[in-house]
Nanobody, 118 residues
Framework: QVQLVESGGGLVQAGGSLRLSCAAS????????MGWFRQAPGKQRDLVAS???????NYADSVKGRFTISRDNAKNTVYLQMNSLKPEDTAVYYC????????????WGQGTQVTVSS
C-alpha cells in the first residue's frame, strides 16, 4: 500500500502562484509514475501533469508553460508549482501514484482545494 498526503492548496488571485506538495509513504518502491489530477465541480477528473521515477514529465495542454511538476526522491515528495493561475484552474487537486506495469493510477490522495479568484 501507498499513502499520499497533499498540501498547499488555498485561495489565490488570478495571476498568482501556489505550490502543491504530495508526500508519499509505504511501498513506494512499487511506484514508477506520480501524477496530479484536478476535478472542477460538475466536470470529470483530468490529468494535469505526471512524472516518472526517472524524471520524465508530461503536461496537459491547458497548463503547459505555467505549471511545473517535480520530485524530491530523498523526501518521497512530488510538487506541482502553479504559476500565472487562472480562474479556470479552480478545482480540487489530487495526487496519484501508478505502480510499475499498470495503465491506471492505483493510489490517490484526499485532494486539496485550489480556488483562483478573478
Amino acid at each position: 500500500q501507498v499513502q499520499l498526503v497533499e498540501s498547499g492548496g488555498g485561495l489565490v488571485q488570478a495571476g498568482g502562484s501556489l505550490r502543491l506538495s504530495c508526500a508519499a509513504s509505504g511501498s513506494i518502491f512499487s511506484i514508477n509514475r506520480m501524477g496530479w489530477f484536478r476535478q472542477a465541480p460538475g466536470k470529470q477528473r483530468d490529468l494535469v501533469a505526471s512524472i516518472t521515477s526517472g524524471g520524465s514529465t508530461n503536461y496537459a495542454d491547458s497548463v503547459k508553460g505555467r505549471f511545473t511538476i517535480s520530485r524530491d526522491n530523498a523526501k518521497n515528495t512530488v510538487y506541482l508549482q502553479m504559476n500565472s493561475l487562472k480562474p479556470e484552474d479552480t478545482a480540487v487537486y489530487y495526487c496519484a501514484a501508478r505502480k510499475v506495469g499498470r495503465l491506471d493510477y492505483d493510489y490517490w490522495g484526499q485532494g486539496t482545494q485550489v480556488t483562483v479568484s478573478s
